[in-house]
């Protein structure tokens, strides 16, 4: 395997509906229909990546490319955004026009995993093994779709920033929780307001709410306009006060069952998931393969460092698929 390229890949976008929500897809790759085509020319692996919150698929635009470069381009790499995180198209709305209610309550946390199952099911074949790849909320969403569909081919899961765990006992979810849970109505006015503004304004904002990095992505610049929306933010901060709520014990039972699949990668600065919580589970399970971040890489690495860790996962799973 190679480092990640910088001369342009295929990447190709979808605005779908998924239990009858909108969802952004991303296709890194020339393989566009995993699920009908019965040509022999059907990879054998695809890499998912579960996004945390805002799941919003263009945050991990360039980290999907510079994965699919650094696996010699050979396996396709797609991300699926949340239920409702996406800004539809136009003439597009956020929940589909039909009398069939494919799940309630999909915008939740528990509606979110079964959204990534009713994906898989309808766009994967069930020949194709997984490789997901997850990240902070979307942890505790793969380990929940590993326990409830055993039947899935998952090779591997990386687990980067595990919010598995705890969530409104850690130092942000401290100070988060109140506002999440009690007063994010508040949030919903002044988002309202802002929404009206013009796009380059909007982009304005970020880049100034960003202007403590030192490089960030550009499409994470742009991905971020998405948050003007009253609909995005509403479904946003509901599955983030759900999360306060209902991520308090950690799922060991699934971890055990799956040990040997898993890689767990822990901050040492991570406000959601401190380093005593990867303290704790290594002692719990000293044969996994945990890891603590020593390149300082923050929680929301897609802002600055997708091409880093990308090239990071690639090493991490190059004895797997030498034996594929």
């Known amino acids: ?28 790759g020339p393989w566009k229909d995993l ?10 692996l695809l890499f998912m990546i579960i996004p945390g919150n805002p799941g919003l698929a263009g945050y991990y635009r360039t980290f999907i490319q510079a994965l699919y470069c650094g696996l010699n381009q050979q396996y396709p790499v797609w991300v ?20 069939i209610k494919e799940l309630e309550d999909v915008f939740g946390l528990n509606g979110q995993v079964e959204h990534k ?14 490789v997901l790849i997850a990240h902070s909320i979307g942890c505790y969403i793969t380990l929940e779709m590993m326990k409830r569909a055993s039947e899935l081919q998952v090779l591997r899961s990386v687990l980067l920033f595990p919010t598995i765990e705890r969530m409104a006992q850690s130092p942000q979810g401290k100070l988060m929780t109140p506002l999440l849970c009690k007063l994010r109505y508040i949030l919903y ?16 904002l970020v880049r100034f709410a960003l202007r403590g990095m030192k490089t960030c992505d550009e499409s994470s610049i742009t991905t971020s306009v998405n948050l003007f929306s009253v609909d995005c933010i509403a479904n946003i901060l509901y599955m983030a006060s759900q999360e306060m709520m209902k991520v308090v014990e950690r799922d060991s039972t699934t971890i055990k069952q799956n040990l040997k699949k898993l890689i767990f990668y822990y901050g040492t600065g991570d406000s959601w998931c ?21 390149k300082g890489l923050r929680h929301a690495f897609v802002l600055d460092a997708s091409k880093e860790m990308a090239a990071m996962i690639t090493d991490w799973l190059r004895d797997d698929l030498t034996k594929l």
Not at 35 to 44: A, G, I, Q, V, Y
Not at 80 to 99: L, Q, R, Y
Not at 117 to 130: A, M, Q
């Open 117 to 130: 199952l009713n994906f898989i099911k309808k766009n994967v074949s069930k020949d194709i093994k997984l």
């Open 274 to 294: 401190p380093q005593n919580y990867y303290d704790e589970i290594k002692m719990d399970f000293p044969d996994g393969d945990i890891r603590l971040c020593e």
């Open 1 to 28: 395997m190679r480092s990640a390229s910088e001369e342009p890949v295929p990447l190709h976008e979808e605005f779908i509906y998924c239990c009858g929500a909108a969802t952004h897809v991303l296709k890194c």
């Open 80 to 99: 699926v955004s949340h239920a409702g995180h996406c800004k539809p198209p136009s003439g597009m709305e956020m929940i589909e026009d039909t009398d």
């Open 189 to 204: 006015m002044p988002v309202y307001l802002l929404s009206f503004l013009p796009e380059g304004v909007k982009a304005s």
């Open 35 to 44: 699920s009908k085509d019965e040509s022999k020319n059907l990879p054998r």
